[in-house]
């Protein structure tokens, strides 16, 4: 059982997985704020281009 656990210990891929599932979660994170701001961005961009034109199918 100590050799279980002192491999265990010195095992080190759980630990690699860990950091990047960290690393993948910061992107994730930082992708869907870009994809927000610029969703909101767009959305009063259009809004503005159909106020101009006088659309009312907007």
Do not use: P
Not at 49 to 54: E, I, M
């Amino acid at each position: 059982m100590a050799k279980f656990v002192k491999m265990f210990v010195k095992e080190e891929s759980g630990a690699a997985i860990v950091e990047y599932g960290l690393a993948l979660l910061v992107v994730a994170s930082i992708a869907i704020t870009a994809f927000t701001f610029l969703g909101d961005e767009t959305d009063e961009n259009v809004g503005q281009a159909c106020s101009a034109l006088g659309s009312a199918n907007c």
